[in-house]
């Protein structure tokens, strides 16, 4: 099966801080995302790699960085944490390219920005 | 750009019953669709996908999933809810090209009760 890890479960930062979520998956998968999931508005993308080094913003990339140094390994960074972007962030992978890969999701990390 | 609503935010349905979750897509092409379910505290997990052919999808969990080209939907249905159901739901849809990005409905909660 495959295996997508986030780091922390939940996490707690205060405004200012400079916050980074990791994220591994097992497979060898050539894709990988990051969303947030708030309350009535879904997933939305933030941003997406389909391969090292390789970087595509999503849907709401404002406050968000992201680093892909290894296949397995994307990290999400807020350069400045700010209230707003207190939610739920999940992460996944699929492979190869094109819109009929399934995507496989972590279990997500609960940040509070304090 | 393809788009996903799903109309019911919330539903309640007895033990036992049958339950039908509604997922319309907006696309101009054949799509692909997904439906992913997620516990709570959990990440996504995938139930059932629709590339092509028949228009009758089997998932796990007892799901199965219809096609309807003329209605742009694929709703989900489940004959018999058990208790473990309860959970959030999310409809969304891919398209053929080489996009590898998915869009997601905004959820729909299932209640279960006894």
């Known amino acids: 099966d495959v295996k997508v890890t986030q780091s922390s479960r939940y996490l707690v930062k205060r405004t200012g801080e400079k916050v980074f979520l990791e994220c591994v998956q097992d497979?060898?998968?050539?894709?990988m995302f990051w969303y947030r999931q708030d309350p009535g508005l879904g997933l939305r993308l933030i941003y997406f790699?389909?391969?090292?080094?390789?970087?595509e913003k999503g849907d709401i990339p404002e406050g968000y960085s992201v680093s892909r140094e290894k296949k397995e390994r994307f990290s999400l960074i807020l350069e400045s944490a700010s209230t707003n972007q207190t939610s739920m962030y999940l992460c996944?992978?699929?492979?190869?390219?094109?819109?009929?890969?399934?995507?496989?999701f972590g279990d997500g990390t609960r940040l509070s920005i304090l | 750009a393809q788009s996903v609503t799903q109309p019911d935010i919330h539903i309640t349905v007895s033990e036992g019953a049958s339950l039908e979750l509604r997922c319309n897509y907006s696309?101009?092409?054949?799509?692909?669709l997904f439906w992913y379910v997620q516990s709570p505290g959990q990440g996504l997990q995938l139930l059932l996908k629709?590339?092509?052919?028949?228009?009758l999808v089997q998932g796990i969990k007892g799901f199965e999933a219809e096609f309807k080209r003329s209605q742009s939907s694929f709703n989900l249905r489940k004959p018999s809810v058990h208790w473990s159901d309860a959970a959030e739901y999310f409809c969304?849809?891919?398209?053929?090209?080489?996009?590898?990005?998915?869009?997601f409905g905004a959820g729909t909660t299932v209640t279960v009760r006894a």
């Open positions: 790699s389909y391969d090292v080094k390789m970087k």
């Open positions: 969304a849809v891919g398209t053929a090209f080489i996009d590898y990005k998915l869009s």
């Open positions: 497979m060898d998968h050539e894709n």
């Open positions: 996944a992978s699929s492979p190869i390219r094109g819109g009929n890969q399934p995507q496989h």
């Open positions: 696309y101009g092409a054949t799509p692909y």
């Open positions: 629709y590339f092509s052919g028949d228009t």
